[in-house]
């Protein structure tokens, strides 16, 4: 026999440490450590059929409600009603065990599970629910027969049986669940941004660099972005975010640009890139260096191809980026070269007469090889503690101490670039990343924050050097994952390209995605006979399904068709001819146009998928030109 009590007690010991382990990281540590020691205690007294006075137990509540709520502030509201609901589940784990209890217990744990998604929403929070609703179902049947005689037992086959119909029961609920999740409609911010608005993470990134400010730098491992694209040599792993071009006192700063016009972006095949940045107050949008163009979030594109969100990213999203690694940055009629060639406050009479040396050298190219050949031959570490301080840090730098990191090595380039007449400048970002091989992106982590300098060479524009890789003891910047933790990750890449952005857009993304697939679905009329019409609609939903499930069948070419139908009538007298994509692209002249010709060439030619972003620009493009022919 076996006693429903029991079943009870247990599963009610599990629902409660389900509520309460989501939760227990962000809490205060006098909840954190209460609730199992009421835990212990409940058990022990039950265990000896004792339970406390109800007025004892009243009595401990509002001493406990009272102490957490004398901390209560707008700014820690979620901190405080965790810490009181976690409070709250360990009372009614000392109380006596009554029906009416046992669903308070069920409550707070359930409310104490929502409460951690407050902080964080991972894929493992799904496998708490999931696991929660099914240990609720069977304790509600169970609290049933409670109810009706608390000392009722039954015989072990009578309650399997029971059990087994109470687990079915939020099983056959999924599919109406996941139904439910596809089409409901949901809003394009989580209520949790305004009140719990100090979630977001600070990254390693910073809006200024000031060599000779810290001693010693600490590597944080927290992730700042993950990019789906294909694997990438070390050389082009840089990741550009923000480009320092002048001084404020000894600290290198963003400062209005001159007038300048980007007229080509690097040189060779593009890298096309679907990003998911960590939430951020950075308002800077992460690309591979050197980025052509950005869709996606709406945003600001600078002359040095820095792009700005015009919206907060203290959320999750997505943006799409075309990149060209190689190469450089050329401007249409050269740069103002002065605003290119100031100093910091502070240069010591050894950095500017070494620089003074330089400016004797040549060319820009041959000043550079000069810089290099100094720095070798200094014999250079890079180095992340024993840093040198103060304001002649780049001189103890390059001569006393002859260590530093990617800040100091950047910062001492380019300071002795434009003592010899070069225009350089820094930018900021991260170098390198991890490849997860099993979802086809590469992590990003704090740790990989990165410097590195940009110099003017007449003829070429822009161009990328990184005098850390002239040093000694300078990492790659590739980590090399283990096989099990990249698939935990990759398990939570997806958990939040699935569920955490799945909102509004996506919907109507989806719903529009299937009309076009339907409308391409054309059954021929008096071919089949009446009775084969049901096998024909069945026939068509699987078409359907596999068409949705695979991406389609052809809809490369007729994106391509859909492009020249509408540049026929947009430009008739340059699309006609039979001719290339890329030609065409040229002689029309429209730099959407030569955008598509870039983004397809890039994956159909390349023999690869178009991505979804792609997909997404191409027919934003095609939708874009068919409005002004019409």
């Known amino acids: 026999m076996v006693k429903i009590k029991s079943i009870l007690g247990i599963l009610t010991v599990v629902i409660a440490l389900l509520g309460y382990l989501p939760l227990q990281a962000y809490i205060d540590p006098s909840a954190r ?23 004892a137990v009243t009595a401990v509540s509002v001493l406990l409600f009272v102490y957490f709520a004398a901390r209560f502030s707008l700014q820690n509201l979620i901190q405080v009603t965790a810490d009181l609901l976690v409070v709250f589940l360990g009372i009614r784990m000392l109380g006596e065990r009554s029906g009416r209890n046992y669903l308070q217990v069920f409550a707070l744990s359930l409310f104490c599970l929502a409460a ?4 964080n929403l991972s894929a493992l929070f799904l496998g708490y629910l999931l696991l929660l609703l099914v240990l609720l179902a069977l304790s509600l049947v169970v609290l049933t027969f409670h109810s009706h005689d608390p000392e009722i037992a039954l015989e072990r086959q009578e309650a399997g049986k029971a059990l087994t119909v109470s687990f079915l029961m939020p099983v056959v609920s999924v599919p109406m669940l996941l139904f439910l999740f596809v089409i409901l409609p949901r809003t394009q911010f989580p209520l949790w941004n305004f009140m719990n608005p100090s979630a977001a993470t600070v990254t390693g990134f910073s809006e200024s660099v000031k060599p000779g400010s810290a001693a010693s730098v600490t590597s944080v491992k927290g992730t700042v972005l993950r990019a789906v694209c294909r694997e990438l040599p070390d050389q082009q792993l840089y990741w550009r975010g923000i480009v320092f071009n002048g001084f404020k006192g000894d600290a290198w700063v963003r400062l209005p640009l001159p007038a300048e016009r980007v007229v080509r972006v690097g040189e060779g095949l593009p890298v096309s890139q679907e990003i998911y940045p960590e939430p951020s107050r950075n308002p800077y949008l992460l690309a591979l260096n050197i980025p052509a163009s950005l869709s996606g979030v709406r945003n600001e594109a600078a002359g040095d191809q820095v792009f700005v969100s015009r919206t907060p990213l203290e959320r999750r999203l997505k943006y799409q980026a075309v990149s060209f690694p190689y190469g450089a940055l050329k401007v249409a009629g050269g740069i103002d070269r002065e605003e ?3 100093l910091p406050a502070t240069v ?3 950095v500017r007469s070494k620089g003074e040396e330089l400016a004797r050298g040549g060319s820009s190219v041959q000043k550079l090889k000069l810089v290099e050949d100094f720095f070798r031959a200094q014999r250079l ?9 103060g304001a002649d840090a780049v001189d103890s730098f390059l001569f006393v101490k002859k260590r530093g990191h990617c800040e100091l090595f950047a910062s001492a380039c380019a300071t002795l670039l434009r003592l010899a007449g070069v225009p350089a400048r820094l930018v900021g970002g991260y170098r390198g990343g991890t490849y997860n091989a099993m979802g086809g992106y590469y992590v990003v982590t704090e740790d990989m924050a990165h410097v590195w300098v940009e110099v003017y060479q007449e003829g070429r524009g822009w161009v990328t050097v990184d005098p850390s890789a002239w040093s000694s003891g300078f990492a790659s910047g590739r980590s090399a994952g283990r096989e099990l933790r990249m698939y935990f990750d990759a398990l939570g890449f997806y958990w939040n390209k699935a569920v955490i952005t799945y909102d509004l857009e996506k919907q109507i993304s ?3 995605t299937a009309g076009v697939r339907a409308r391409d679905l054309r059954l021929p009329r008096g071919v089949l006979p009446v009775a084969g019409w049901w096998t024909a609609a069945a026939g068509a939903v699987a078409l359907l399904l596999t068409l949705y499930l695979r991406g389609g069948v052809g809809r490369e070419a007729r994106l391509l068709r859909s492009l020249l139908r509408v540049l026929a009538r947009r430009y008739p007298d340059a699309s006609g001819g039979g001719r290339g994509l890329f030609e065409l692209a040229e002689s029309v002249g429209d730099e959407r146009v030569k955008e598509f010709a870039a983004l397809y060439g890039g994956a159909v030619y390349g023999d690869r998928e178009l991505t979804a972003g792609e997909l997404s620009r191409l027919r934003e493009i095609i939708r874009e030109i068919r409005q002004e022919a019409t």
């Open 340 to 342: 290119y060639l100031g």
């Open 510 to 512: 989806l719903v529009r």
């Open 381 to 389: 570490t890079y180095a992340t503690t024993g840093l040198p301080v």
């Open 348 to 350: 010591s009479a050894r």
């Open 116 to 119: 951690s998604s407050l902080y």
């Open 33 to 55: 450590w209460f609730f199992p020691a009421a835990l212990a205690v409940g058990l022990i007294l039950q265990r000896k059929g004792k339970v406390l006075p109800p007025r």
